[in-house]
């Protein structure tokens, strides 16, 4: 082009309209294992450019679909040591349904050798016991999956409202509507035989009611446990009414709920204790027969969210789990969850019947299923398609489904 003369260089403005919001990402925040898997978090906000500066903007003018993580896993160094399994048992039946288990140990990875297993305390435990099928027996041919008819129990007011229609209502404060029927007393029975119904009636037992009184006195057990629930949306505040404690005798009252955790002897009459969640577990130590408490409880609609919009609470003796639940507006990234809370003198045990991680079926590390022993905050992280039989240690257990 020299022979043709060069026009000269212009700039001109193409566009005043403003750039659209966007998400900004900050860069992430410290791992939360030193090794291994963990979760690291960034901070998302919506932003506008205006003038050459970006100005902070509310959320919802930003396109909700596409917004980014909060949380991203993060990976520091391989973990020193690890758990590591033996293989599994043959299965328990048969014929039928049974179930298989497994050894765990801790395992160094330099030395390549068993070593105490407190070193793997901090690390996630796969599961140790699982379902298998040996076949169908001949004589339940057509049968169907143990497990397959599970009705949901999804909130307390389906569970009183049942058992309500088939129990007597009983005028003692100290039997709670679901202990059933009290045991007839036989002649000749004296203040033992009392005690050990009262026992009976009382230790153990899920209360479900909006209101109730729970008499924990006379019992003939050192630890008495109970557990109050209510559906999501309320927390339960407790008022001791009596107190027979021996302090000095080391005799407690504990309580303990997702988010609290209190214990006490002395100046318990007319004390006040809030659960600021929908379940509370008090337990009581008693050395000394005859002595405990007497409690009153009630529940209300909570002063503060604990919970997130796709969250389930599950009390019955069995139930389904379906993951994931699709709400209108919901966020991208949000981890739902479902807690599980039964009697405190029964355990929970998670059978995964199917898994389907859709059309693309990404195994990777984001897809994960994640379930916690409350009692032992412990937890397990169960990935892709793997099926698994969880059992507690405990009376409550959390649910986690990532991705």
Not at 71 to 84: F, G
Not at 139 to 160: H, K, R
Not at 368 to 374: C, F, G, Q, T
Not at 380 to 393: A, D, M, Y
Request: aromatic share 6%; net charge neutral; charged share 20%.
């Amino acid at each position: 082009c020299q022979p043709v003369p060069k026009p000269e260089s212009r700039v001109e403005v193409c566009d005043l309209n403003p750039c659209p919001p966007r998400w900004k990402v900050t860069p992430a925040g410290p791992c939360s294992s030193s090794c291994g898997l963990g979760l690291a978090v960034q901070l998302v906000t919506c932003v506008q450019v205006l003038h050459g500066e970006e100005v902070l903007q509310e959320e919802h003018l930003c396109p909700v679909a596409e917004k980014p993580l909060t949380s991203v896993p993060c990976v520091i160094r391989t973990c020193s040591y690890e758990w590591s399994f033996s293989d599994w048992s043959e299965c328990s039946t048969s014929c039928g349904n049974g179930i298989q288990t497994r050894q765990d140990f801790c395992l160094s990875s330099l030395t390549h050798k068993p070593v105490n297993p407190l070193f793997c305390r901090r690390f996630p435990k796969a599961v140790v016991a699982r379902g298998c099928s040996a076949g169908p027996c001949p004589e339940q041919e057509g049968t169907l999956f143990p497990g397959a008819q599970l009705q949901p129990v999804t909130s307390a007011t389906q569970l009183t409202s049942a058992t309500a229609a088939t129990e007597h209502r009983h005028e003692d404060l100290d039997v709670p509507p679901s202990a059933g029927p009290r045991e007839r007393t036989e002649p000749g029975g004296g203040e033992e035989d009392t005690a050990k119904r009262c026992f009976l009636c009382v230790c153990g037992n899920l209360f479900l009611n909006a209101t109730g009184i729970i008499n924990m006195t006379g019992v003939e057990s050192r630890d008495c446990t109970v557990a109050i629930g209510r559906p999501l949306k309320e927390e339960i505040s407790v008022t001791i009414l009596e107190s027979s404690l021996n302090c000095t005798a080391g005799e407690v009252l504990l309580f303990s709920g997702r988010m609290m955790w209190r214990t006490g002897c002395r100046k318990l009459p007319l004390s006040l204790i809030n659960s600021r969640t929908n379940t509370l577990i008090v337990k009581q130590r008693v050395v000394l027969p005859g002595n405990g408490v007497i409690l009153q409880y009630n529940s209300r609609t909570a002063t503060r969210k604990y919970y997130q919009d796709c969250d389930q609470q599950l009390f019955g003796p069995q139930g389904e789990i379906v993951n994931p639940v699709q709400l209108p507006e919901q966020r991208q990234g949000v981890v739902c969850r479902t807690f599980i809370t039964v009697a405190p003198r029964q355990h929970i045990s998670i059978r995964a019947l199917n898994t389907d991680l859709g059309p693309e079926g990404n195994h990777t590390p984001f897809n994960y299923i994640l379930v916690r022993d409350v009692s032992t905050m412990k937890t397990v992280v169960f990935h892709g398609k793997q099926q698994f039989l969880w059992q507690s240690t405990g009376s409550q257990a959390e649910i986690e489904f990532h991705e």
